[in-house]
C-alpha cells in the first residue's frame, strides 16, 4: 500500500500507533530487500576463481588467473642445472640421402674425385601411414590312413575372410575416449589417414567390446582403492537418455575409478562398492553423504581459498585474507619436513593462530538468534566458519598427516576430461554408452598414470587381456 503525504500527516494525528505499524512494516521490508539484493550482487560477483563456479561459466567477464601461492623468486621456465630434454640424433637413421658435389666452386670438376668425409644433418617425419594386411593360411591335409581332410584352426580373433585386427578397433577406443573425438569424426578421421573406411557402428561396437574386455579391470581397481591409505573422491552433473545422472569418481596417483549413477549421495557411493570398505583418509569437497562412512577425512582446502578470496574482495572481511595467508604459509611448511610429521610443539602456533582468525571471524559475523524463530537462516560468511570451526581436524588434516594433501586437485583434474567430453557432444545418449565411456576412461586414466602405453593397453584390452593392478595404489 501507498500512502500520500497528507494521508500519512493525518495518521500521525489522529492514529500515531497505526503509522508506527506501517513504519516497521516498511522497515521490515526495506531489511528483507536489502539482503535479497546483497545475495543477487553476490551471485553476480562469483565466479571461478572466487567460488566454485566452472570457468566455462564467466563468459566474457573471464577473470585474469590469480596465484594465490607466493613468488619462490625464480625465473619461469628450466632452472639452472636442469638438464631439459631436446631432438637428438639417432645413430642408425631409418634412410640416408647423399647429396653429391661435383665441382669445385671456382674451377675444377670434381665426380670423379674421393669423399673425403660427409657433414650430416637429420630430419625426423612421421611415416606415411598404411594398413598393414596379414593373411592367415590354415594348412589342410587329408590323413594318409583314413582320408579324412583335416585343417588348422585360424586365431580366435579372426572370424570372418575380411576383417580388422584389434589395433584398428583400439585406435578407434582411443581416439573417441581419450581424445574425446565424436564417433562421426572418429570414422572420418581413420579414413582421411590410413585410408580404412571404418563405419560409426564399428566404432560405437568396438567401444562396447572394449567395456565388456575391461570387467575384471573395473573389479581389481574397486579392490584395490578400497585398501588405499588416501582416496580422492568427487562427483559431477552427466546428462544421459535425457536425464541428469552423475558421475562418480575415485582415485589415487596411480589408480582410477569413474562410475555413472542416477543418484548422488550414499545410494551410489554404497553401490559402487569403494567407501563401505574403505577405512583411509577420504579427501573431498565437503559433500554431507561423505561423512557416513567410517574412515579418516580431509576437506579441499582449494575450495576453502576460493570461498576466502570472495569473502575478502567482494565482502572486505579482513579475517579471510588471513585465514588465505595462513593456509598458505601451513601448506608450504608441512612440504618443507619432506613428508616427516610435526611433533604437537610445531603444530601449536599454527592451531593457536588458526583459533585466533576464527574468531576475529566470528566477531565480524555473529550468529543472532531471533525471537520467535526456530531456526535463522546462516549467511555465506557464517557457513563457511561453521565449517572451518567445527571441522577444524579435516580442514588441517595436511597439518597432522603428512601423506594427506592439501587440496582435492587430484579428483577434480581427473574428472574434468569427462566434463570435456560433455562439453564436446552435449549429453551421452544412452546410460550403456555412459557407462562404457566411464569404464574405458577409467582404464586410460589408470595406464597413463602407470606409465604404460596406452595405444597399447587398449589393443590387449580388445584381445581380451588387459592391464590388472594388482599391486596397490
Known amino acids: 500500500m501507498i500512502f500520500t503525504r497528507e494521508e500519512l500527516l493525518t495518521l500521525a494525528k489522529t492514529n500515531p500507533e497505526a503509522l508506527v505499524e506501517i513504519i516497521l512494516a516498511l522497515q521490515e521490508q526495506v531489511q528483507a530487500l536489502t539482503l535479497r539484493v546483497a545475495e543477487l550482487e553476490s551471485r553476480l560477483n562469483k565466479n571461478s576463481r572466487n567460488s566454485s563456479k566452472p570457468p566455462s561459466s564467466d563468459g566474457q567477464t573471464k577473470p585474469k588467473p590469480k596465484n594465490l601461492r607466493k613468488s619462490s623468486g625464480k625465473n619461469s621456465g628450466g632452472q639452472h642445472g636442469h638438464e631439459g630434454n631436446t631432438l637428438a640424433r639417432v645413430e642408425h637413421p631409418d634412410h640416408i640421402v647423399t647429396l653429391p658435389v661435383t665441382s669445385c666452386s671456382c674451377c675444377a670438376d670434381l665426380t670423379h674425385e674421393p669423399v673425403r668425409d660427409h657433414e650430416c644433418r637429420q630430419v625426423f617425419e612421421l611415416p606415411q601411414p598404411k594398413l598393414e594386411v596379414t593373411e592367415f593360411q590354415v594348412e589342410i591335409k587329408a590323413c594318409p590312413k583314413c582320408g579324412r581332410i583335416n585343417k588348422a584352426s585360424f586365431p580366435p580373433d579372426v572370424t570372418a575372410p575380411v576383417q580388422y585386427g584389434q589395433s584398428v578397433h583400439g585406435m578407434a577406443v582411443y581416439l573417441q575416449n581419450q581424445q574425446l573425438i565424436p564417433v562421426g569424426r572418429v570414422s572420418q578421421m581413420m579414413t582421411d589417414i590410413w585410408d580404412c573406411s571404418i563405419s560409426e557402428a564399428t566404432v560405437m561396437e568396438a567401444a562396447k567390446q572394449c567395456h565388456e574386455q575391461l570387467a575384471p579391470f573395473e573389479s581389481s581397481v574397486i579392490t584395490e582403492l578400497a585398501k588405499a591409505p588416501i582416496l580422492h573422491v ?31 549421495g550414499s545410494v551410489a557411493t554404497d553401490h559402487f562398492g569403494i567407501l563401505p570398505k574403505f577405512h583411509g583418509h577420504l579427501i573431498h569437497d565437503f559433500w554431507k553423504p561423505y561423512f557416513l562412512y567410517a ?55 599454527w592451531v593457536i593462530k588458526y583459533r585466533e582468525i576464527l574468531t576475529e571471524g566470528w566477531n565480524v559475523n555473529p550468529l543472532l538468534r531471533q525471537e520467535g524463530l526456530r531456526r535463522t537462516k546462516k549467511t555465506k560468511e557464517q557457513n563457511l566458519l561453521l565449517r572451518l570451526d567445527s571441522h577444524e581436524s579435516q580442514v588441517l588434516a595436511f597439518l597432522h598427516n603428512p601423506g594427506v594433501p592439501f587440496t582435492n586437485n587430484l579428483a577434480e583434474r581427473d574428472i574434468r576430461m569427462i566434463k570435456v567430453r560433455l562439453k564436446i557432444s552435449g549429453a551421452f545418449r544412452t546410460v550403456d554408452g555412459a557407462k562404457q565411456f566411464a569404464r574405458i576412461r577409467s582404464y586410460l586414466s589408470t595406464v597413463r598414470k602407470q606409465g604404460i602405453d596406452i595405444l597399447a593397453s587398449i589393443t590387449q584390452a580388445m584381445k581380451g587381456q588387459p592391464f590388472i593392478p594388482a599391486h596397490g595404489p
Not at 544421459?240 to 575409478?257: E, P, Q, R, Y
Not at 576437506?299 to 572486505?316: G, V
Open 295 to 349: 574412515c579418516e577425512h580431509g576437506l579441499c582446502n582449494a575450495h576453502h581459498l576460493r570461498e576466502l578470496l570472495f569473502l575478502l574482495e567482494e565482502k572486505k572481511q579482513v579475517w579471510a585474507g588471513k585465514m588465505i595467508e595462513l593456509l598458505v604459509d601451513m601448506n608450504d611448511f608441512v612440504k618443507l619436513q619432506n613428508n616427516i610429521p610435526l611433533t604437537q610443539e610445531q603444530k601449536r602456533p
Open 234 to 264: 568427487d562427483e559431477s552433473g552427466a546428462r544421459a537418455a535425457g536425464k541428469l545422472h552423475w558421475l562418480h569418481a575415485a582415485c589415487t596417483d596411480t589408480l582410477t575409478f569413474f562410475g555413472i549413477h542416477e543418484k548422488r
